[in-house]
């Protein structure tokens, strides 16, 4: 099974100035773990994820005065839709995150996530 057929195709995308109490209440609206940050200033793609939130809070830090550019990845490692599933857990394992935005010739094109390779895998795996 390929990336493109466990993907979330709808990405929810924000920008780095969103507050991280604007991105939180995105994400809980969506019911997603990650965003997108789009920079149209560096041209970059970074992600924004449920965790970096957390961090943000355990630490003290105001959510309406915090920014989602404060505390976002950018150093990201991008999965293909043509790559497997145990491709992108490998990356993931190696990496030790949760998520992987998926670029197609360098555009967003959707999120595979943890979940998603379990909801794949997983009827799989029990013969279901």
Known sequence: ????????????????????????RLMSARRV????????ETSGVGILTERDVLTSLGLGQDPDHERASAHTTTDVVFAA???????????????????????DEQEPVGIVSVRDIISCWTPVLSGV
Request: glycine share 8%; no cysteine; hydrophobic share 55%.
């Open 33 to 40: 773990g990650a965003a997108v940050v789009l920079d149209p």
């Open 81 to 103: 839709p043509q790559w497997t599933l145990a491709d992108a857990a490998h990356a993931m394992t190696r990496g030790g995150f949760r998520h992987l935005i998926v670029l």
């Open 1 to 24: 099974m390929l990336v493109r057929d466990a993907m979330s195709t709808i990405v929810l995308t924000i920008g780095p100035d969103h507050t991280l109490r604007q991105a939180a």
